[in-house]
């Protein structure tokens, strides 16, 4: 059995981004980010090579072991099985879902990037144990993210029995738009690693999500 409640752990998911790191290592930046209050980590690197890759993700997981909070790897789904990470998440463009669940087998989580409601019931039936649903904003980090209305957002929710997590330009101004969604939490990356103070952002950033969602 997974060990971890995904529904609690997708209220501030937190994902990476190397190009705020300043001069701190992204290490330091998701410690920051652990200790304002972070639920979940997603490590996201798509131009390191698979060494480098592997040892950060190492390094990661343990500190994610020490605040027991799930350690999510985006989309390398080799390097998610040899290092052990708690999860995968994949986006639509990536293998299958019910392909990569043959792969990782029952206990590690699956999450998926999903726009449709059929996007949304496919994933759900291949196995996924979140979805990852947006870009509920407009958003830099994912020029090629297709826009996701709050009425679709709704519609995603109500579909399936899975957590959901918001995601795509999600930032403090906005974040209590998505009221009333039923959503369970937002998954952010500029919000979070380009802010100047990370922890005190999500100490920020959690309390308005525990007001969205009514936690």
Known sequence: ?????????????????????????????????????????????????????????????ELCQKFDVPFIINDNVELAIKCGADGIHVGQSDMQAGK?????????????????????QLAQENG???LGVGA????????DASPVSYETLKKIVGS????????????KGNLLELSGSGIDGVALVSAIF??????????????????MTGR
């Not at 937190?14 to 490590?43: F, P």
């Not at 669940?101 to 999903?114: F, K, W």
């Not at 399936?160 to 930032?171: F, K, T």
């Open 1 to 61: 059995m997974k060990s971890f409640d995904v529904k609690k752990a997708m209220l501030l998911y937190a994902v990476t981004d190397r190009t705020w790191l300043g001069n701190q290592s992204l290490y330091q930046q998701v410690e920051q980010a652990l200790l304002g209050g972070a639920t979940c980590i997603q490590l996201r690197e798509k131009d390191l090579d698979q060494e480098a890759f592997f040892k950060e993700a190492l390094e990661i997981k």
């Open 100 to 120: 990569v669940r043959q792969l990782i087998g029952p206990d590690m989580i699956l999450g998926v990037s999903a726009q449709t409601v059929e996007q949304a």
């Open 128 to 130: 996924a144990d979140y």
């Open 136 to 143: 509920v904003f407009p958003t830099s980090t994912k020029e």
């Open 160 to 171: 399936v029995s899975i957590p959901i997590c918001a995601i795509g330009g999600i930032h």
């Open 194 to 211: 380009a802010s100047k103070d990370i922890k005190a952002e999500c100490r920020s950033l959690r309390r308005l999500c525990e007001t």
